[in-house]
């Protein structure tokens, strides 16, 4: 989808399309939860790369490191918020290392 930001996956974007106004509804419950949160913009996109990671869903890591990144993340801190959930989750995610790196050095 050509309106969509970069780094989004093909499945976000196809939830776009074939269900705008289920997505329209998402992205307001989306917005409201961000200006409800007590985080600055940095921390709260490395809290969320550290869940994504944790949950495994790697599809969703190229576009949040992209934020996280606008933020002021550095390369190190986006790796530190992935390993962050280490003990608790496990090594599983370590599985998102490569995507969020590669997006990171990529832009």
Do not use: C
Not at 72 to 77: C, F, P, Y
């Amino acid at each position: 989808m050509s309106d969509q930001p970069t780094g989004i996956s093909n499945a976000f974007q196809l939830f776009f399309t074939e269900a705008p106004a289920h997505a329209k509804a998402w992205m307001g419950a989306v917005q409201g939860l961000d200006t409800a949160s007590a985080l600055d913009k940095k921390t709260g996109h490395l809290a969320y790369l550290a869940v994504l990671a944790a949950l495994r869903l790697e599809s969703g890591v190229p576009f949040h490191v992209g934020l996280a990144k606008k933020a002021g993340a550095t390369r190190a801190e986006v790796l530190s918020a992935i390993l962050v959930g280490l003990p608790a989750a496990g090594n599983a995610v370590t599985q998102v290392i490569p995507a969020a790196l590669a997006a990171y050095d990529a832009g």
